[in-house]
């Protein structure tokens, strides 16, 4: 039994030095270390689907029960994926669901001519059939972005109990305000001092485009009109980034 357990916590040690390593990567880089690893792992997802789970069990499950993708997905499919394979996730949608929208109509039909003794049971007949019919689940590619940055938040929590995370951390960018709320979410007793420090850096983030602005309403004046534009002049696009999450918006 002993020998298991080490060779577990042996794995364990192992994978936790990889998260962490692959965390200070993500902590070197410029933007929301979450949006960026959310960005590489819906990569290897797209990857991965349109290889292997556009025609499997539980992905074809899933893109059948939500009609597909979210509209930001959609259009991700839209553009980046393979023809043939395109075409066989929507017929077999559109196979699955058409008996449903027959039942639908079936029900619509036999609660018009229901009497007044059937009319209540074939109400809740109709009430199924509409249930039935609408989207259930979720986006597959929106299901994997919420488990990385779920996965990730909570290494980066861990992780920010060394110093050497917490000294990387403060000179990153920091998180984006989804992220932000992500990670407050995540609040439990444990993560107190890491949360501390969480929003001490966003604070000083959010200072630093405070003076970006001021800076930009100064050079607005006419006084100092006439003074070199700098990077002030786009402190809204990094505000924008930063509220919305880095992926959202192109550069300007
Ligand atoms: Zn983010
Ligand atoms: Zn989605």
Known sequence: MLPRRRERERIQARFDESNRMD???LLQ??????????????ERGRFWFFTEAYGEGSGVRKYIDYWGFCEKHTRMVAKIGPKWQKSVIYSWIINDKM??????????ESYRKSNFVKRTVALKALRKAISDARPRGGCIFCENITWT????????????THAEIQDLYRRS???CMPHFF?????????????????VKVQLER?????????????????????????????????????????TELSEC
């Not at 880089?29 to 819906?42: A, F, N, S, W």
């Not at 008996?99 to 619509?108: N, R, S």
């Not at 992500?182 to 969480?198: D, G, T």
Request: charged share 30%; net charge negative; proline share 4%.
């Open 23 to 25: 965390l200070e990567r």
């Open 29 to 42: 880089q410029e933007g929301c270390p979450i949006c960026r690893v959310c960005d590489e792992h819906l």
């Open 99 to 108: 008996p449903i929208i027959q039942g639908l109509l079936g029900a619509l």
């Open 149 to 160: 940055a779920n996965y990730y938040i909570r290494t980066l929590l861990d992780a920010l």
């Open 173 to 175: 960018s920091g998180l």
């Open 182 to 198: 992500q990670a407050l979410e995540s609040l439990k007793e444990k993560y107190v001092p890491q949360l501390q420090e969480i």
């Open 206 to 246: 959010l200072d630093q485009l405070k003076n970006d602005f001021e800076e930009f309403f100064r050079k607005e004046d006419y006084r100092f009109s006439h003074e070199p534009k700098d990077k002030e002049q786009f402190a809204w696009i990094r505000a924008m980034k930063r509220f919305l999450g880095e």
